[in-house]
């Protein structure tokens, strides 16, 4: 029950009572990896906390600069992510990385795939790297994955690196959190069709051929080139930065080519900064981020209104024997909920 207004603190609209220190939150602020650690699991359990954490981390967020990597399954993601990790890492920066594959359903699959994958950077406090994996909706592997590069930015890391498989909605979700795309090829899948339809190569800002040493690489490249360039043509009037997005080739697994996409990167970067385009996408990306959880938020009060036996079910099963048309259902919804102009009727 909510205690009488004279006996809680004032507080402005809105925001809610900051008196309770959360130790788990200040220790995360502090570097403290197993706290981040701990953070990151929270958001992955969709835990009632979490907008009082994202709350409380917010002015420390906005200073990471975050590359989305992605490209099919085997493309060679994961090595490529390791190499630059490690590129990055030899200019003093440090990174975190968050691996997502909706494709695979929590097994523990992920935290051995952690185990993997740290050892070349298990002495290094510089690196951090998460797997996340599907638990429950795809939608919400999405909001987990933002949520889990805020708490890698407030906690300090000065680059994001977030992994994951395309090529389906939520890949693109998650694409859309990068202020820099990288979408990685392989000759043998014959991904250049594929890409085109998927909408990959409107997500990439860079594009790079991995498995170069193996056939087929160099056809893969000029295909490319090609549809880049027809690409280009036809969005002349709608891009927002001068960027003719590189087609590199890479071996990962030789270090072969990292150089040159961090390269890449950092001028992608550069061009992004100077313009304002950054600012202005990110910017995009804060307001889309609240529009998602208007819809989400508003959609479980419905639901839950919905489902408690009230007044509302009456209105579903007028609805449901045809009684009522569904317009004139959802006005007596939202004046319930006290939503919309039909609020004040
Ligand atoms: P992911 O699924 O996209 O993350 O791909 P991985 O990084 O796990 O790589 C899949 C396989 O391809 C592994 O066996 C890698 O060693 C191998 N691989 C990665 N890069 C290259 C490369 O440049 N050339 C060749 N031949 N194999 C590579």
């Known amino acids: 029950m909510t205690p009488p207004a004279a006996s809680r603190p004032p507080q402005a609209e809105g925001r809610p009572d900051d008196a309770q220190p959360d130790p788990l939150v200040d220790r ?34 906005g200073r990471a600069y975050t590359v989305g990597i992605t490209g099919p399954p085997g493309a060679g993601k994961s090595t490529l992510v390791d190499r630059l990790t490690a590129a990055i890492r030899k200019t003093g920066a440090t990174v975190g990385v968050v691996a997502v594959d909706p494709t695979s359903p929590f097994t523990g699959g992920a ?3 952690d185990r993997i994958r740290m050892q070349a950077h298990t002495l290094d406090a510089g690196v951090f790297i998460r797997s996340m994996a599907t638990r429950g909706s795809l939608g919400g592997l999405a909001r987990a994955t933002a949520e889990t590069q805020k708490l890698l930015d407030a906690a300090g890391f000065d680059w994001v690196l977030v992994e994951t498989v395309g090529v389906g909605q939520t890949e693109l979700d998650v694409v859309k959190l990068a202020d820099t795309t990288v979408v990685v090829l392989v000759p043998e899948s014959g991904d250049g069709i594929q890409t085109m339809k998927a909408g990959l190569l409107e997500a990439a800002d860079i594009l790079v051929v991995n498995k170069a040493d193996r056939e087929g690489a160099s056809r893969l490249l000029t295909e490319l080139k090609y549809m880049v360039h027809l690409h280009r043509e036809g969005q002349q009037a709608s891009r927002d930065l001068d960027w003719e997005v590189p087609i590199l080739s890479a071996e990962a697994v030789h270090d072969v080519g990292v150089a040159e996409l961090l390269e890449s990167i ?16 990110r ?12 819809v989400t938020e508003l959609r479980q009060e419905v639901d839950r209104a919905l489902a408690d036996g009230g007044a509302l079910e009456r209105v579903l099963t007028d609805v449901e024997a045809g009684r009522i048309d569904p317009h004139t259902a959802i006005r007596t919804i939202a004046k319930r909920l006290r939503l919309g102009p039909a609020a004040t009727d």
């Open 283 to 294: 910017q995009t990306r804060r307001t889309r981020e609240l529009r998602a959880l208007i």
């Open 28 to 61: 995360m602020l502090a570097g403290d990896r197993r706290a981040l650690g701990r953070l990151i699991t929270r958001v992955e359990n969709r835990e009632p906390g979490v907008p009082d954490l994202m709350r409380r981390i917010h002015a420390r967020t």
């Open 111 to 113: 935290v051995l795939g």
């Open 266 to 281: 950092g001028r992608h970067r550069a061009a992004l900064e100077s313009s304002g385009v950054l600012e202005r996408r």
